[in-house]
Nanobody, 124 residues
Framework: QVQLVESGGGLAQAGGSLRLSCAAS????????MGWFRQAPEKEREFVAA????????YYADSVKGRFTISRDRAKNTMYLQMNSLKPEDTAIYYC?????????????????WGQGTQVTVSS
């Protein structure tokens, strides 16, 4: 099992930026694919971005493509989500997740371990 702790959420204005971090501990982090998901009030949890074990391959939801950047530092066991040009519709609780394989996935049910989430609120 991998323990995941998100940080970096908060309040931002539309057009602003935030950087989320996800610190991992426990089983070997390097071999895991990772992802970010989010859940807005009264909505289903949705995929945001994913990154493979090496960090060389990334995948984004259309709604964030060109604005968000996912990355990972394997030496620090940490994954990041740089969020630029934020919009009010980006307001949600953001979760990081890990899956026991190196491949990418946008399916939340393919992820075994989850963080507790961090709130992101974007004001207009």
């Amino acid at each position: 099992q991998v323990q995941l702790v998100e940080s970096g959420g908060g309040l931002a204005q539309a057009g602003g930026s935030l950087r989320l971090s996800c610190a991992a501990s426990g089983r070997t982090f390097r071999s895991y694919a990772m992802g970010w998901f989010r859940q807005a009030p009264e909505k289903e949890r949705e995929f945001v971005a994913a990154i493979n074990w090496s960090g060389g391959i990334t995948y984004y939801a259309d709604s964030v493509k060109g604005r968000f950047t996912i990355s990972r530092d394997r030496a620090k066991n940490t994954m990041y989500l740089q969020m630029n040009s934020l919009k009010p519709e980006d307001t949600a609780i953001y979760y990081c997740a890990a899956r026991l394989t190196s491949g990418l996935s946008s399916d939340q049910y393919e992820y075994e371990d989850w963080g507790q989430g961090t709130q992101v609120t974007v004001s207009s």
